[in-house]
């Protein structure tokens, strides 16, 4: 008699296990040393649409071909080898398996992100012949932490940026230009800096008004985003001043540049209450070399450029 209430408290206790790990809100698959699945609960089958009979007795990769054998291997074998859990987080890999997600509050997820642990399955013998992995659906947490990060650059990006303009405002401009100082004093690579202002601003803020004064500026950066390349830096150094930064040029390049942009702005035109406004800029060029102390005496030989370039008559540039 007590041999059978021991029996049927076993297969209880079996019958309870059996119904928890089925039904536990996490993915459970049970392999063998061969990536044999042996147990596949309800989490694996309603989220992958594979029914046991689909899975159990055949091989991993068989049944997801999409699942890296060869990183999922070396991840497997510490398990069996070290008989220590493995893990892997949403950062490191996206996910195992790519499941569809329906969670409406995530709905900008293109798929279920996934936290996994590989833990080691020791027998009586003291031998791992099995392992157990583990997925864990952290979506909600993924994509509000990806918001965040998101939400995070673009504060980052507008607190960089001149309002007017969409050039880069003095505080960072000039944080890139120590930057590419530091870089010159260490590897030498060409740099050439342009200060460049708008002739006779005061006058057409005057005459038009400062609206009209700030389409002109807006019109004049329109022109300086068009001609630069992707690893140029320009900026917004005070009213219409501005500096641009071009990396990897020397001092020929950049006069090649400098006339361009002339010429371009040369010919741009505002309207302002029927008027046609034309203008002009002036700019001064520096090209770094080991003579420039710092960087703020590289801006002071691009100022005097650019102040030559106003005595000289203006909508030119010189080279200092």
């Known amino acids: 008699m007590a041999i059978r209430e021991d029996l049927s408290a076993f297969f209880k206790d079996v019958h309870w296990l059996m119904d928890i790990l089925q039904n536990i809100d996490a993915g459970l698959i049970v392999m063998d040393k061969n990536y044999t699945i042996e147990l596949w609960n309800s989490f694996m089958q309603n989220h992958s649409g594979k029914q046991p009979e689909d899975v159990l007795g055949k091989n991993i990769f068989a049944v997801f071909p999409e699942l890296s054998e060869r990183w999922f291997h070396h991840k497997a074998q510490s398990v069996f080898v070290l008989q220590n859990a493995a893990f892997t987080t949403w950062e490191q890999r996206p996910y195992l398996f790519r499941f569809p997600h329906y969670r409406p509050i995530t709905g900008t997820a293109e798929y279920m992100y996934q936290n996994s642990t590989i ?171 080991d003579h420039v102390e710092d960087y703020r005496a590289w801006i002071e030989k691009a100022d005097h450029a650019l102040y030559n370039s106003k005595e000289g008559g203006r909508n030119r540039f010189t080279v200092i």
């Open 119 to 289: 833990i080691p399955l020791i027998d009586t013998k003291g031998r791992v012949e099995h392992i157990c992995l583990i997925i864990y659906d952290v979506t909600d947490t993924a994509v509000n932490k990806l918001a965040q990060q998101t939400a995070n650059r673009q504060l980052q990006e507008l607190s960089r940026i001149d309002h007017l303009t969409g050039l880069y405002n003095r505080g960072y401009w000039e944080s890139r230009l120590i930057q590419e100082f530091k870089r010159f004093d260490r590897y030498e690579l060409p740099c050439s800096l342009i200060m460049l202002d708008i002739d006779h601003f005061k006058r057409v803020n005057d005459t038009y008004g400062h609206t009209v004064g700030d389409d002109v500026i807006r019109q004049v950066s329109r022109a300086m985003r068009a001609q630069i390349r992707d690893l140029d830096i320009a900026g917004r150094y005070g009213g219409e001043e501005f500096g641009i930064i071009l990396t990897g040029t020397n001092a020929e390049g950049a006069c090649v540049f400098a006339e361009r942009l002339r010429q371009t702005v040369e010919n741009m035109v505002v309207y302002a209450e029927g008027q046609q406004v034309q203008f002009t800029i002036s700019l001064g060029i520096s090209q770094l070399t």
